[in-house]
């Protein structure tokens, strides 16, 4: 079995890396052919698991599987159903199931766990049985089990009728019912027992109809088969009334009385008596399911039917009184003629007034209370009038506007007004020409200056040109397959200072900072042979209120030395624009600026490497080379051309927030001015 690998570039000088193949390529795509033969791949895939392998006579490899069920599959139980990959089944209720192989199996055990025993007996005129599996019940509907009859009990309906009026009566209404006092008028209470003999009795006067009814026969009692009725009569057991015992030889008439109707019948030759009583109470109303004892009303109406009873008092004011007042008092009486109201006050005068106001809000002045039987106003930039509707009127003088224009905006925030100058997108400090020079302060040391900015500002950056310059170096050690580089970190900086106050006039307190950085790598790539190498400059800048500008840029090189030319960097070379990231709003005032640059860098390559960079300085305007001193003293350092303007010396690299004592800042030759932008872009 063979395989054959090519690169995926062709050349004749492959080893050349000044032409189309470099060191590069080797990491990118290869093509590989493999030509291979049955014998060959024969023992790589073994058969198994019903799943066997061959080989096609164009080459490829084969596989064969048995068809399998189809996963997943639908089960449905009950109304539900689901596509499932593998099922359970679950021991429940003494269903058991087990696996035999491929079969599943099933058992399941009775329960053995006693029951209770329950039998069913007649009783009050229930009578139960059976039909096949089915338990029957019969009611008698004639039933009524022995003992006291019910003879005075109040049927669902027998109750006071609807829309009853009252005039001129008192009333007691409790759960015998509704007694009404009306003088010579028959009252409408019912009262019922029972009283002996036949007769029914009856009295109607106020309190209402109350009857005495006889006690009358409720049930039969079943007769035998006789020859001849031999004495008849009322037994001296049982509910009975009147005379008991057995009569022969007279004649028996049988009457109805208590709600008790009789007929008889002789057809077929037999005379039937029947006996008829009233209809039974279904729903007859409890003894305590009605209006409660001593209800009374006065000056309500109402309304009472056998739902109930309903009193409606709203058009009627109640007996009560109450009165509060102030300078006031008074009298009240109420009863059924009405209300009976008597008010009196003192006569008006200081004595009896003592009228208050109170001024509230934070436009006041003077006292804000006022008290007395008369108060005055008068008005301050205001007319007052009087009108004849009892009014005061307040007059002001009409509303005003302020327009902002020229340079001003006015805006207003609740009752305050301001006004100010626009805010400024753009300022510079000086104006910068043929007086240009440049400056280094590097290091430990600050460059300051004063600076007047006359209107606000607001800036998303600082721009300060710079003199940069290319920076290239050689240097021997040439070697075969090598790669190495050298980065350079510049950091530039600035603080805005302000005038401290007090005790401390004499010295600058830190505003804000800016800051803004370079990073310039220079890296070197040999390949095979050591004198061909590559060279590349990666740098990343600031621009336009950003820190993340980037160039890359390489040429090749032969040679047996290592030679780091700037050429290829003259973009960056000369008087070049270097902008600070600030994103800042400036009020106007007086301010001093100081600015302050670092380098850093990191090596893993030959020590010359990271001097192959970019070289910068500050430009700035050049003033006079003359520092004046004061009369009667020698001249030194500390006597500025400009308060402020020169060199402060700190420990701190870079730059430091710390406060400046003006004498602290040193004068500098041509006492040059930095020139910088402020300059806002969205």
């Known amino acids: 079995m063979g395989i054959t690998a090519s690169h995926v570039l062709s050349a004749t000088t492959p080893d050349d890396p000044s032409f189309e193949i470099q060191p590069k390529h080797w990491n990118s795509i290869h093509a590989i052919t493999l030509n291979a033969v049955g014998s060959e791949i024969s023992g790589a895939f073994a058969n198994g698991g019903g799943i066997t392998f061959g080989l096609s006579a164009d080459g490829f490899i084969t596989a064969a599987a048995p068809a399998g069920a189809p996963s997943p599959i639908n089960f449905s139980a009950g109304t539900t159903s689901g596509n499932i990959g593998s099922v359970v089944f679950a021991d429940l209720n003494g269903l058991a199931f087990g696996l035999n192989g491929s079969t599943i199996t099933g058992s399941y055990t009775q329960s053995t766990h006693p029951h209770s025993q329950y039998s069913f007996s007649n009783l009050n005129g229930v009578t139960f049985g059976t039909a096949g599996s089915t338990v029957t019940a019969s009611v008698e509907t004639n039933y009524q089990a022995p003992g006291a009859y019910l003879t005075t009990a109040r049927a669902s309906t027998d109750a006071i009728g609807l829309n009853t009026a009252q005039t001129n009566v008192t009333w007691t209404v409790n759960s015998s019912g509704l007694s009404f006092n009306a003088g010579g008028y ?113 000056n309500v109406t109402w309304t009472v039917n056998s739902s109930g009873l309903s009193l409606n008092a709203a058009g009627y004011a109640g007996t009560g009184t109450t009165f509060a007042g102030a300078n006031i008092s008074g009298s009240m009486t109420q009863n059924s003629v009405g209300l009976n109201l008597s008010l009196s006050v003192a006569a008006p005068g200081a004595a009896a007034e003592n009228n208050a106001h109170n001024l509230l809000g934070a436009n006041t002045a003077g006292n804000t209370t006022a008290t007395g039987s008369t108060i005055g106003l008068s008005g301050l930039n205001l007319t007052l009038s009087g009108t004849n509707a009892s009014q005061i009127v307040l007059s002001a003088p009409a509303t005003s506007s302020l327009v902002g224009f020229n340079g001003v905006t006015v805006s207003t925030a609740g009752s305050t007004i301001s006004v100010g100058m626009m805010m400024a997108s753009y300022f510079d400090n000086v104006a910068i020409d043929h007086h240009s020079q440049t400056i280094d302060p590097g290091g430990s040391t600050i460059w300051v200056a004063p600076v007047i900015i006359p209107m606000p500002v607001s800036a998303s950056f600082l721009r300060m040109n710079k003199s940069i310059s290319g920076v290239s170096t050689t240097f021997a050690g040439t070697s075969a397959n090598t790669t190495f580089s050298g980065t350079r970190f510049h950091t530039d900086a600035f603080v805005l200072y302000s005038q401290m106050t007090g005790a401390s006039s004499l010295s600058l307190g830190s505003v804000t900072s800016g800051t803004g950085g370079w990073t310039i790598q220079t890296r070197v790539g040999a390949g095979t042979a050591g004198s061909q190498y590559t060279v590349t400059f990666n740098i990343t800048y600031p621009l336009a209120g950003t ?116 004498n602290s800042i040193s004068a500098m030759a041509s006492n040059i001015r930095p020139y910088f932008q402020l300059i806002r872009r969205a």
Do not use: C
């Open 186 to 298: 028959a009252g409408t209470g019912f009262t019922s027992t029972t009283t002996a003999g036949t007769q029914v009795k009856a009295t109607n006067n106020t309190a209402g109809l109350s009857m005495a009814v006889p006690a009358f026969l409720t049930t039969s009692v079943a007769q035998t088969a006789q020859s001849a009725i031999e004495g008849f009569g009322v037994s001296n057991t049982g509910q009975t009334a009147g005379n008991t015992g057995i009569s022969t030889g007279i004649d028996w008439v049988l009457a109805g009385s208590g709600s008790i109707t009789l007929s008889q019948s002789t057809a077929a030759g037999t005379n039937t008596v029947w006996i008829q009583h009233p209809a039974w109470i279904t729903t007859a109303r409890a003894s305590t399911d009605a209006i409660g004892l001593n209800t009374a009303q006065t």
């Open 547 to 662: 820190n993340d500008s980037s160039y890359s840029t390489s040429y090749n090189v032969s040679s047996s030395n290592f030679n780091i030319s700037s050429e290829s960097m003259s973009i960056f070379t000369g008087w070049r624009i270097n902008d600070i990231p600030f994103a800042a709003s400036l009020s106007p005032g007086v301010y001093w600026i100081g600015f302050g640059e670092s380098t850093t860098s990191s090596n893993n390559g030959p020590a010359g490497l990271v001097g192959a960079s970019l070289g910068m300085s500050w430009i700035g305007v050049s003033q006079t080379n003359i520092n004046p001193g004061y009369p009667g003293q020698a001249t030194n350092t500390s006597i500025q051309l400009q308060p402020g303007l020169g060199f402060w010396t700190t420990n701190s690299n870079v730059m430091t927030k710390d406060s400046i004592g003006l």
